[in-house]
């Protein structure tokens, strides 16, 4: 089950699953680029200033959220990565806050307008997509299963085709960012079984995490679609967030 819960409501370090997201474009969305770090100023120099503003609105969304969770300034957290599921590679692993000490395990996502982050006491993969025309027209064909491509050539319209899809893509990025590995894998190998109802079972290969996952897709305002994966067993209620308006470096948060 999945409560929405008001904006306002800032929980302790959760014991549940906690998702909250951002409208993060328009000119009521400014960012806080004193809280950024430099990887992030340097991230946020490289892209066109519409880009830049953005991006700036999203990263300090999560470092607000992320420093009231954990009780510290937004700007003294730092950022890392959990060891490769499959290599044990330190550098490409799922992301986690490293500083300050901490168990929590996190996902975030970025689609243009919109942000998602996760926080929960296990493995845990978010992913929201903003519905948009297919561009290439042999996509399907490479990335879903036989049983997903047959789903999609039920859909009536192309739009109705392409949230279909959108739904595939999202749960399947959702539990191969809680595996740990991302995309960066063979997805027709996985399926998302899209006629089911949420939250779908879900089954990876990937030894080290959990194998089997439940997905839930989040009931999000159009153009946008979501999923968030967990592990099978966790039993872990789900709470959504829609996060407040990110203050300005010259508009400090009220002091509750």
Same mark, same amino acid.
């Given at each position: 089950?999945? #409560?929405?819960? @008001? ?6 370090? *959760? ?19 004193? !809280?950024?770090? =430099?990887? @992030?100023?340097?991230? /946020? ?6 880009? /830049? $503003? ?10 607000? %959220? ?11 957290? &730092? ?20 500083? *300050? ?9 970025? #689609?243009?307008?919109? !942000? ?6 296990? @493995? ?11 561009? +290439? ?17 039920? &859909? ?22 809680? !595996?740990?590995?991302?995309?960066? #894998? ?11 109802? +949420?939250? $779908?079972?879900? #089954? ?24 968030? $994966?967990? *592990? ?9 967030? @829609?996060?407040?308006? %990110? =203050? ?9």
């Amino acid at each position: 089950m999945i #409560t929405t819960v @008001e904006s306002s409501a800032m929980p302790a370090v *959760p014991a549940a699953v906690d998702i909250w997201w951002w409208l993060t474009s328009g000119p009521d969305r400014p960012g806080d680029p004193s !809280v950024l770090g =430099p990887a @992030e100023h340097a991230a /946020a120099a490289r892209l066109p200033p519409h880009r /830049a $503003a953005e991006y700036i609105a999203y990263r300090s969304a999560v470092r607000h %959220t992320l420093g009231r969770l954990l009780d510290a300034p937004p700007a003294s957290l &730092a950022f890392g990565r959990r060891p490769c599921p499959e290599c044990g590679d330190p550098d490409h692993g799922p992301p986690r806050v490293t500083h *300050p000490d901490n168990s929590l395990w996190i996902s975030i996502s970025h #689609t243009p307008g919109c !942000v998602m982050l996760a926080v929960a006491p296990h @493995e845990i993969g978010v992913d929201v997509e903003k519905q948009r025309p297919l561009r +290439s027209p042999d996509l399907a064909a490479r990335v879903l299963t036989p049983s997903e491509r047959a789903h999609l050539a039920q &859909a009536p319209d192309p739009a109705r085709h392409d949230r279909a899809f959108l739904t595939c893509w999202t749960r399947k990025e959702a539990t191969l960012k809680a !595996v740990g590995i991302g995309i960066a #894998t063979d997805l027709s190998a996985l399926d998302s079984h899209p006629a089911t109802p +949420s939250p $779908a079972h879900l #089954t990876t290969t990937v030894q080290g995490p959990p194998t089997s996952w439940h997905v839930h897709d989040l009931a999000l305002p159009d153009p946008y679609i979501a999923a968030v $994966a967990l *592990p099978a067993d966790a039993g872990s209620v789900l709470r959504l967030h @829609e996060g407040v308006r %990110t =203050p300005s470096a010259a508009e400090p948060p009220p002091v509750s």
